[in-house]
């Protein structure tokens, strides 16, 4: 008994030098797969868009539109009534203009 706790060491053993070849492959495939668990993990899990959301899209979209066509009629009117309001008051100082000869 004695024997065997005198053979016994505390040396660490010795492991056999590796290939540089296989040192990079392993290591290349380390990163791969780093790569692959990171990009799984930061992919939001994809779920089946539900009915109900598609159709609220859908709805804004169209109010979206309507709200677009109905500002620019509103303002392409208010223009043609300033134009038209201009153009009167012009109008209507030529004629005084004329009526009492300042020009």
């Known amino acids: 008994m004695v024997s065997i706790l005198t053979r016994r060491s505390n040396a ?3 492991l056999e030098i590796e290939d540089p070849e296989d040192t990079r492959h392993r290591r290349a495939q380390f990163l791969i797969y780093k790569v692959l668990q990171q ?3 930061s992919s939001p899990r994809r779920r089946k868009r ?3 959301r598609i159709r ?3 709805l804004k979209i169209r109010i979206g539109k ?3 066509k109905l500002r620019k009629g509103f303002v ?3 223009g043609a009534a300033k ?3 201009h153009k009167q008051a012009i109008s209507h ?3 005084w203009k004329r009526l009492f000869g300042l020009v």
Do not use: F, Q
């Open 50 to 52: 539900s009915w109900l």
């Open 76 to 78: 392409l009117s208010i």
């Open 66 to 68: 309507r709200l677009k």
């Open 93 to 95: 100082m030529k004629t």
């Open 39 to 41: 990009a799984a993990d």
């Open 56 to 58: 609220m899209c859908r």
């Open 83 to 85: 134009g038209g309001a």
């Open 12 to 14: 660490y053993t010795k």
